[in-house]
């Protein structure tokens, strides 16, 4: 892909988007040229995206774009960074100007919704595979890490967890629902919103803080085994949107869904309780909302209790089968 590579980023990665005040070099030499602010850490984090495991065959281009970007933002938010820089390696299997424009047109429009600057990247012939490594920072020692949650410690997730499990069995035909149902589950499985702003505020609230990206059990797990505790989580307070409710009658299923379902990219954090009143004021102005849904005990392990105060037995097989 020599000329053709070229034009290829000259016409669709060259000077697009958001252009920052700390780009002191950009797309176009061997290296970019970047500025970390004083007092600030780098937060960097890579994904890769390949198509059919991370996101149905099919997907409109423009959704895979913005896809790519997302799942990096939502890292960043994971750990209260604000987001500044990308770089993208591609593989493409053809230089398809169709995909391309739609690509990276779902690209920008996300990256300058976070003033993300794309500063480089690397483009070559191959199996389509799409890298993308996420540039933010945070103030020295002020990142949100898995580690530090403590017993005692409330759990709260924000969002509704589970909707992009259910719209991934909507795109794969296994489930059919309302028009305005699978509109909606089928956007929070293609066009997830990462919660950066829930993350830059959770700054000295939160104890630890995890992006659910594997399902909200298997998430929360890694803080929990991190930090050393175990949890107990109360089903009834799980959030569920609408359309979960509508297309999932049996509350056990819907609890599978939002415990074990991936792809959801909300934001699962633990908080001391002496800042409740805190994080309660966070929740009420957020626009994804967040809900206490447990609380951090000594006892490793994740316990799941039913609405009427009896603990779920063999939780684990259930949410092991649907989450792989
Ligand atoms: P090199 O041979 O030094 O790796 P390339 O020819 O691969 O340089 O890339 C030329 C310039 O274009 C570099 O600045 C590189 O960062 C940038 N670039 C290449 N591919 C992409 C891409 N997909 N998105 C953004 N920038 C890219
Ligand atoms: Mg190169």
Not at 242 to 259: C, G, S, V
């Amino acid at each position: 892909m020599s000329l053709s590579e070229f034009n290829l980023i000259e016409r669709y990665f060259t000077a697009r988007g958001v252009q920052r005040d700390d780009v002191a070099l950009g797309v176009g030499d061997d290296c970019a040229l970047l500025r970390v602010p004083e007092g600030m850490e780098l937060a960097v984090s890579i994904d890769a995206l390949v198509e059919g495991v991370h996101y149905p065959v099919g997907t409109d281009a423009a959704a895979v774009g913005h896809k790519t970007l997302a799942v990096g933002l939502s890292d960043l938010a994971a750990m209260g960074a604000e987001p500044a820089w990308a770089t993208l390696a591609l593989s493409l299997p053809s230089a398809d100007e169709a995909w391309l424009q739609g690509f990276s047109a779902g690209l920008f429009s996300l990256a300058n919704r976070f003033h993300v600057q794309l500063v480089g990247g690397d483009t070559v012939r191959g199996p389509l595979v799409i890298s993308m490594q996420l540039h933010g920072f945070v103030p020295r020692g002020a990142a949100l890490r898995r580690d530090g949650a403590r017993v005692g410690d409330l759990i709260y997730v924000t969002g509704t967890p589970g909707d992009a499990g259910l719209g991934l069995e909507l795109a794969q035909g296994k489930r059919s629902g309302n028009d305005a149902d699978v509109r909606y589950l089928r956007a929070r499985l293609d066009r997830p919103e990462p919660r950066v702003a829930a993350g830059r505020q959770l700054r000295g609230i939160a104890s630890a803080a995890i992006d659910v990206s594997d399902g909200l059990a298997a998430d929360l797990g890694h803080i929990l085994q991190r930090s050393g505790v175990g949890a107990r989580l109360e089903l009834a307070q799980l959030p569920q949107s609408p359309a979960l409710q509508n297309l999932l009658p049996d509350a056990h299923e819907r609890w599978r869904y939002a415990l074990g379902a991936g792809d959801d990219y909300e934001l699962c954090f633990t908080v001391p309780r002496a800042r409740r009143a805190a994080v309660e004021r966070l929740c009420a102005k957020l626009e994804c909302g967040c809900h206490v849904i447990g609380h951090v005990e000594a006892e490793p392990g994740l316990r799941l209790y039913q609405p009427d105060g009896t603990l779920l037995e063999n939780a684990r097989h259930g949410f092991d089968h649907f989450g792989g």
